[in-house]
Structures are given as C-alpha cells and as structure tokens.
C-alpha cells in the first residue's frame, strides 16, 4: 500500500470514527429530548388518576372517569393515545384504551412503592412508554401507556439521515485524504527523482536542491550529506589506488631488473646471493605493502565487537613483542585506563607506534610508553621530525626525506590516524622538548 493511500486511509478512518461517535451523541440526545416530554406527560396524567378512589374504577372508570377527562385517545398507537391498566393485589387487572390492550405485568425489582418508575415495552407490535405507580390505600398499581411509534418514526429517519451523512462524510474526506496526501508528498517525489536521477547518471557531484525548511528538506540536506562522505570516499579511494601504484612501481622495478639480470646475463655466485637478497628484500616491502593498503582500504576489525579495552593490557603485549624480537628495552607507565573499542585495531595502531619508535631509536636506548587518560604516548630517542614534516606524519605514503632511505610504505602511521578517527579519537606528533626524539601517540575515548 502506498503512503498516499496509507494517509487517506487514515483520515478516512479518523472521520469515520468521529462521525460515529458524534452521530451516537446526537441520537441519544435526540432520543432524549423526545422521550423526556412523554415521560413529563406520563407522570403528570398518573398523578390525576392516581386521586381517584379505587373502588369507583370498574365499571365507574371506563363509564364516567374515561369519557368525562377525555384523557384516552381511540385509536390504537394514536402518539395521543394511553391506555389505563390496574394491577390489583390478588394479580389481576383491569384495563382500559382503545382496545383494552393488556400491559405487561412487572416484576417485583421492575416497580418502587415508593416513586414512579418508567419503562419502554413491546406488547402485540406496539411500542409503548409505560409509567407505573404503586396506589397505598388500595394497595394496587397503576399504570399509564403512550405509544412511542411517531417517536420511533422521527428517531428512525434521524438515524438514516445520520448514517448517510456520516458515509458521505467519509467517502468525502477519504478523498481529501488523497488530495493532501499528493500535495503533502510531492516534496518526496521530487526528493526520490532527484536521487534517481543521481543514481542513473553515476555522477557524486550532484545534489538534491533544498530550498526550504521543512521535514523534507532535513531529509534532503541528509541525503546530501550522505553523497558528500560517499564522494569523499570516492575521492579517497582514487587516491590511495594512484598512490599505492606509485609505491608498488619501485619495488616491483627493482625487483623486475634483480630478476632478469639473473635471466640473461652470468654472474659470480656472490653477486647473485647479493641480488637474491635484495630480491627478497623487495618481495618482503611489497608483502608489507600490500597488507597496509588492504588494512587501509577495508576495515577488517569491521565484525570485531566493541568491548571494554584496558590500555595496560595491551602495551604489555605489543611491547613484549618488541623486546623478543628486537631486543629493546620499553619502560611502561600505566594508569590504568580503560577505553571502548576493538581490542584488535588498538592493538594494531599501538604496534605501528611503537615499531616507529623503535625503528628511529638507537639500540641501546628504551623506549618510553605513557598512559593516561585514555591516551597512549610512545617516546622514542630518534632525530626527531623536521618541522615540515610534523603536519605530515599521519598521511598515507608520506615519508619524509630521512625515511625514503629506510625500509617501509608510509602507511604505518596512516592506519594509526584511521583506527583514532574510527573510534572517535585523535592522535598527535611532536618533538620532545629536552632532547632529540619524538613522541607519537594517540587518545580514544574512556568508559
């Protein structure tokens, strides 16, 4: 079902419930204000028979009492119309009207001694209001009947026209309900061909038009959001392919020119160890490479749950790794920090940290990690960064004019800034202050 539909439905449904309802109050109302004058009537003409002495009423009351108050209509179901009937002690009635019509007899919770009591009953097809009143000194009930046909004829056309009206009423506003669904969603349509559009011409520059400041326009300012982060990462991603076949061109080179040196031409088997070294030297840069630009390019910490992740633990880890196989020293001040995010890309940024730190550091020297606060400092004892190369450090590819000439891809810190910027963190790099070196580090947020 459509939304149009859904919406004219809806406002279908809304009229017809309060038409229901307001035409149920009109016709009780109604009902109301025509019984309320025949009851009035009723009791006024029960107390006028309810004086007349009990021993006069048969025959005294049909001869004399009838025809002198002239109180009875003659014809049956006449609205002006009452029938008169007694109810005596011993169970039996006495009875008067057009045609001696027998009222029902009530039961014993039905009537009061002490007041009139009113009630709607059928008799032979006719529907009579009936008053009953209970007569002490006599020890009999009255009782006094109108026909309610004319009542029930005027409550009847009521109710048709109120059950017309009320279906015209809907079918009117369930199509109005059309009407204003179309105009309330043209916006959406015009939202949804802007975007097909954009989707059938491939083209990310596009945006939806958004002039104004309703629902619709958030809607469209979202979209539009959606298709800058999408162009951005388009962007990004040309990018890294373009730079990633730059870096892949020197090692695949020399590796290329390593190969068919061994191919064509005959060499001393010192040389061909040195070329076979350097070979593999090459195959292990481009592995390294390739690893880092598909860590960059897909997020393989993606299905990693988000936990509770204690810093401590981690450095312990990565700067066991260290000492085993390089031999380095690494000194770890821990507060006790406890982050939220996925243990294994933490993992991974800090162990590109400190494998930086450890690659520029002079053998003998320790390293020094610091957390606190949710944030990891690594300190290392290298050159330090060239101040034009500070702002760089977290760029993909970028090595500096120092780095070019040692083993790496310029991606390790990148993936540091990726896994900061994935878990709402940051990172930061600066020289030390008292002395060459540099510290690299990076702060996620704490439970």
Not at 150 to 168: K, P, S, Y
Not at 195 to 203: C, F, N, R, V
Not at 240 to 248: F, I, K, N, Q, S
Not at 292 to 309: K, M, N, Q, W
Request: contains cysteine; charged residues 25%.
């Amino acid at each position: 079902m459509t939304i149009r539909r859904r919406i004219a439905l809806v406002a279908a449904t809304a009229v017809a419930v309060t038409v229901v309802l307001v035409s149920v109050s009109i016709f009780f109302a109604a009902r109301r204000q025509i019984i309320v004058p025949i009851d009035d009537s009723l009791l006024s003409r029960a107390s006028i028979i309810e004086g007349v002495p009990p021993g006069t009423l048969p025959p005294a009351f049909r001869e004399d009492f009838v025809k002198r108050e002239g109180i009875f209509g003659q014809r049956r179901g006449d609205f002006d119309s009452t029938y008169y009937q007694v109810i005596l002690p011993d169970g039996g009635t006495i009875n008067a009207g057009p045609d001696n019509v027998v009222l029902p007899v009530p039961g014993p919770d039905e009537v009061s001694v002490e007041e009139p009591t009113l009630r709607s009953v059928w008799v032979d097809g006719l529907h009579l209001r009936v008053v009953t009143v209970y007569q002490p000194d006599a020890g009999v009930f009255i009782q006094l009947a109108r026909p309610l046909s004319e009542a029930d004829e005027t409550l009847r056309r009521l109710a048709i026209l109120l059950v017309v009206t009320g279906l015209v009423g809907v079918a009117v506003a369930g199509g109005l309900g059309l009407l204003v669904a179309r105009s309330a969603l043209k916006p959406v349509d015009d939202l949804r061909s802007s975007l097909t559009d954009i989707a059938a011409s491939k083209s990310l520059d596009e945006r939806v038009d958004v002039s104004s400041g309703d629902e619709i326009a958030e809607l469209g300012r979202a979209f539009n959001q959606l298709l800058d982060e999408i162009e951005a990462a388009r962007e990004d991603q040309v990018r890294l392919v373009r730079d990633a076949g730059h870096e892949l061109r020197t090692p695949l080179t020399a590796l290329r020119t390593n190969i068919e040196i061994l191919q064509r031409h005959e060499v001393d088997e010192e040389d061909r160890q040195a070329m076979l070294a350097a070979a593999h030297a090459e195959v292990e840069e481009l592995s390294m490479l390739v690893t880092e630009v598909v860590d960059l390019a897909t997020d393989r910490y993606e299905e990693e749950p988000t936990s509770s992740v204690i810093l401590g633990d981690v450095v312990a880890s990565v700067a066991e790794r260290i000492e085993r196989r390089n031999g380095r020293r690494v000194e770890i001040i821990d507060d006790g920090s406890v982050v939220t995010g996925k243990s294994a890309a933490i993992e991974r940024a800090i162990t590109n940290i400190v494998t930086n730190a450890d690659k520029w550091s002079r053998d003998e020297d320790v390293i020094q990690i610091t957390i606190a606060a949710g944030c990891v400092t690594v300190t290392d004892t290298g050159p330090g960064f060239d101040p034009d190369d500070i702002d760089h450090v977290f760029e993909r590819f970028y090595r500096s004019s120092d780095a070019r000439s040692t083993p790496g891809s310029g991606l390790g810190l990148a993936i540091v800034a990726q896994v900061a910027r994935d878990h709402g963190g940051e990172v930061f790099a600066r020289n030390r202050p008292d002395r060459p070196g540099a510290i690299v580090g990076l702060c996620l947020p704490q439970l």
